[in-house]
């Protein structure tokens, strides 16, 4: 039989899906299960969306150019504007989703064997992302304590080799929630300017940002013009996540010229997915006002009810809609099994991400877990009232 690819090996499993066959038979046994291991909000799509594909009238759905739609990389341009980003259709290459355009970045700048510094946890997904890509994440910690900030410029500075070609982040930050703020951006500029690397951003949750704050973009660090890569997601920011519509974003015409390469050796984004994309760019303010004020009614229920649980320590995140907690458990891969297998409450039980898929470091983020808030206030209550009681018995408490 012939053997696996040495790159299929150590290409991970999802911490978040790889529990689903658990969370189906408890399905099966009668437990109603509450999903809060993955980023599915229960936020309606916007009717725009809908409308624009129950309205299609086109007798053949035909590849569209490579770098996407030039009418809806037009809108986007202007989606933009709108949050002080200023960039031209030509800035823009449309993806299947953030992921692809990661993907794409990754392939474009960097060599099999390169560098790539992630303050973690960061979102799992990239640990794959790089694999795919040859690329070595050469992980630095922020820890629960400080909130999950920025890491100090110093342990940059220690990460970084003659191998080194990036810097990644995540704004606001998936799973911890984490917003940076612009003095913290300020300090990524520095060392990028410095050491003249790329500087990768995820912005995909930028709408949401919580009590007030404001997110600040990477496209708007003067001096590195050219080192920045933006990421970004349609279908998160107006809950379609099935539309598979994302980009990437960069002023650098090289980078954007040689990755339209890669875009074209996969043909083009999803047709459907842009129709409704180029619709959502209708969506009126009033929608993502609805949003923030639900989303922080969510994290609020999630983060009080932690606060209350023996042994757990959860920072307030200022954005996203994730929390990542410390727990009084042993191992939260086991627990977040347990819960599945061996756990209900009233014929209810939860299904979390473990935090150890969120880093590159072995060992890291065993007492922690991703938990999203994408539920409503009700079930998110529910949730919280089965995890307080499963702390209570479960046979690894530490």
Request: charged letters at 20%; a negative charge.
């Amino acid at each position: 039989m012939p053997e696996i690819s040495e790159k299929g090996r150590r290409m991970p499993a999802s911490p978040i899906r790889k529990l689903v066959p658990y969370a189906e038979q408890a399905k099966k046994r009668g437990t109603k299960v509450y999903h809060l291991n993955i980023g599915q909000p229960d936020i309606p799509t916007p009717q725009s969306m809908i409308d624009a594909m129950h309205n299609l009238d086109v007798e053949v759905i035909e590849y569209s150019h490579s770098a996407g739609i030039l009418s809806c990389r037009q809108r986007m341009c202007d989606y933009y504007a709108k949050h002080g980003i200023h960039v031209s259709p030509e800035e823009i290459i449309i993806g299947a989703g953030a992921s692809e355009a990661i993907l794409f970045t990754m392939q474009t700048c960097l060599n099999p064997g390169d560098e790539m510094i992630i303050p973690e946890p960061f979102y799992a997904n990239y640990n794959g992302f790089s694999i795919s890509a040859g690329v070595k994440v050469k992980p630095i910690i922020s820890t629960i304590d400080t909130g999950f900030a920025l890491p100090p410029i110093e342990e940059f500075e220690k990460a970084i080799t003659e191998k080194t070609r990036a810097i990644m982040i995540c704004n606001p930050n998936n799973p911890t929630g984490y917003l940076y703020s612009q003095q913290e951006l300020e300090v990524l500029r520095q060392i990028v300017r410095q050491y003249d690397l790329y500087l990768f951003a995820d912005e995909v949750y930028r709408e949401f940002c919580y009590d007030g704050t404001t997110h600040h973009s990477v496209m708007n660090l003067e001096g590195i013009e050219d080192n920045v890569v933006l990421f970004d997601s349609v279908s998160k920011r107006y809950s379609a996540c099935g539309i598979r519509i994302g980009a990437m974003v960069s002023r650098n015409r090289e980078v954007m010229q040689t990755a339209l390469k890669f875009a074209q050796a996969r043909l083009s984004p999803p047709s459907l997915g842009q129709i409704a994309a180029e619709a959502a760019m209708d969506t009126p303010d009033s929608y993502f006002e609805e949003i923030i004020a639900e989303y922080m009614a969510r994290r609020n229920t999630v983060v009080e009810a932690l606060g209350k649980m023996k042994g757990v320590i959860c920072p307030t995140p200022k954005g996203a809609f994730y929390v990542n907690p410390h727990l009084p458990v042993d191992d939260s891969d086991k627990f977040c099994q347990w819960l599945l297998e061996d756990f209900n409450f009233e014929g209810q039980t939860v299904m979390m991400a473990p935090s150890t898929g969120f880093y590159a470091t072995p060992g890291a983020g065993k007492s922690e877990v991703r938990i999203s808030y994408v539920l409503n206030v009700e079930n998110l209550k529910k949730a919280m009232k089965c995890l307080e009681e499963a702390l209570k018995v479960y046979p690894g408490r530490v």
